[in-house]
């Protein structure tokens, strides 16, 4: 019984930890804004790239094909790693000098991946949509511009949101990878903590903490995808 | 061998690229032992993984709820929070709580070493994957199957190991794929508890040499590799298991 009180006593790990949870939760904003900014520029390269996959010229769409295995392929904390080293801290654009911090590092490299899931995604959302579609588009002399955008994309949208919603989970969570080339995201906060305070009994907690965040942000996103999944897939199948 | 070490010493000399794992016989040698390392840890992650996932998976179709309600909670648990914070919790929180990953006050070794926690870390977060996919697979079985089965005399776990599970398997192949797939990538995080995987041995060595665009183009590389022979099997063990008339 004293055991269990002293967990909450005024000497307890959590009662350490309280003052704490404002930079954590500034950590965990860090990872959030990243993994949206990441997902967002992925979301129109991916497009771009995906929209090349689906080209009628060979000579496009074997390129388009194999930068989407390669970035669908590498694995992420590589892919961050190579950006983090290899993009200038800055570059000058004719007088002026645009630096770019760690984090925004970050989101180039997670934006890489989400490119090449996205292109596939794409590819497969357009896939879906029966080929009656595109010819009852051409027969209705709608252009390919308009095709795609007024006929296929509305239809393919239902099949791309729930693995774009997934998707989003997956980097929302990768987004903790920045921690080990030193981005001030969650983690990388709670080890400071850790250091701060040296007390081993905090370990437990503070990662129970983390890990708790991440619970709460992903999990009813991916419960909404799941749920949009069986919803629509109901209306599609008849 | 040779000939390719001397020409990847001539291309630094002459342009400046420094390649050095080709040609360095010690780097060389460290490098090959990080690749080996990886692979290791994702056949043990893989293998692991399964395991877990086909345990989890029969413990989620049992009838007594609360025993379902863990497995599920765990499930969901490990699929949405971030692996690498599932290993730091693990290896620094469970580590050091119950003395696993330090040296004793004596002397003695750890319990684990890094590399088990990495395992552990691997099988715990891609057994979760592999349980949600197995049930998708089951919960794929027609219904008429299911029933059929019955018809035949067959028992629950009659019906699910000799009829159910062959077909669940293997619709559930290319999404196991996939996961595996995951595994392989997810083993570079082993980078982050020192384990000398290929990322962290080119670490070590682009920190000696300043050779950071080569090693890390090497590295990509490796693990490109690696993938594809991973896929390669992949789709060979789906060829090997193809029924007639099933799927496609």
Redesign the interface.
Not at chain 1, 73 to 78: A, G, Q, T
Not at chain 1, 173 to 177: E, I, P
């Given at each position: 019984m004293t055991a269990l009180l002293d967990m909450f006593g005024p000497h307890s790990a959590w009662a350490v930890l309280i003052p704490w949870f404002p930079l954590i939760l500034k950590g965990f904003w860090l990872n959030i804004l990243i993994s949206v900014l990441a997902m967002a520029i992925g979301i129109v390269t991916g497009a771009a790239l995906g929209a090349l996959q689906m080209s009628k010229v060979r000579l496009i769409v074997l390129p388009a094909r194999v930068l989407t295995l390669?970035l669908r392929?590498?694995?992420?904390?590589?892919i961050v790693?190579?950006v983090m080293?290899?993009m200038p801290f800055e570059i000058r654009v004719g007088s002026q000098w645009i630096s770019f911090p760690d984090w925004v590092k970050a989101v180039v490299a997670f934006s890489l991946p989400v490119t090449g899931y996205i292109s596939e995604i794409v590819r497969g959302g357009m896939r879906a949509v029966p080929t009656t579609q595109w010819e009852a588009a051409e027969a209705l002399a709608f252009g390919p511009a308009r095709t795609v955008f007024s006929i296929i994309l509305p239809q393919a949208f239902k099949q791309m949101l729930p693995p774009t919603m997934n998707l989003y989970?997956s980097v929302a969570?990768?987004?903790?990878?920045a921690?080990?080339v030193g981005v001030q995201e969650v983690?990388t906060i709670t080890q400071t903590i850790?250091t701060t305070e040296t007390r081993?009994g905090l370990?437990?907690p503070?990662?129970?903490i983390?890990?708790a965040l991440?619970?709460v942000y992903?999990?009813p996103i991916?419960l909404l995808s799941r749920q949009l999944e069986r919803v629509w897939s109901k209306g599609l199948q008849r | 061998m040779d000939l390719l070490a001397q020409s990847f010493e001539a291309l630094y000399h002459r342009t400046g690229w420094n390649f050095s794992v080709f040609y360095n016989a010690w780097e060389a040698r460290k490098y090959a032992d990080g690749i080996y390392v990886a692979i290791e840890l994702a056949l043990w992650g893989l293998f692991g993984a399964m395991l877990l996932g086909t345990l989890c998976c029969f413990l989620r179709l049992v009838r007594f709820a609360p025993l379902r309600w863990l497995v599920t909670a765990y499930v969901e648990f490990f699929r949405n929070t971030p692996g690498l914070a599932q290993l730091y919790f693990l290896f620094f929180g469970i580590g050091s709580y119950f003395r696993l990953s330090s040296y004793g006050p004596n002397g003695e070794g750890p319990v684990l070493s890094p590399m088990q926690f990495v395992i552990i870390a691997l099988s715990l977060q891609y057994g979760a994957f592999v349980a949600e996919i197995l049930r998708a697979g089951i919960e794929g079985v027609p219904k008429t199957t299911k029933e059929a089965a019955e018809a035949l005399g067959y028992g629950r776990w009659g019906a699910l190991y000799h009829v159910i599970m062959p077909l669940a398997f293997r619709a559930s192949l290319p999404a196991l794929g996939n996961n595996m797939a995951q595994i392989v990538k997810s083993t570079a995080m082993a980078y982050a508890i020192a384990v000398p995987e290929a990322l962290y041995v080119a670490h070590e060595i682009w920190t000696e040499h300043f050779n950071v665009i080569e090693m890390m183009n090497v590295v990509l590389i490796t693990y490109l590799a690696i993938m594809w022979v991973f896929t390669l099997i992949v789709r060979q063990i789906e060829r090997w298991l193809y029924v007639p008339g099933m799927g496609r």
């Open positions: 390669f392929n590498s694995p992420w904390l590589v790693f190579y080293y290899l989970c969570m990768a987004t903790s990878l921690n080990i983690i850790l081993p370990i437990l503070a990662y129970g983390t890990l991440f619970f992903v999990f991916s | -």
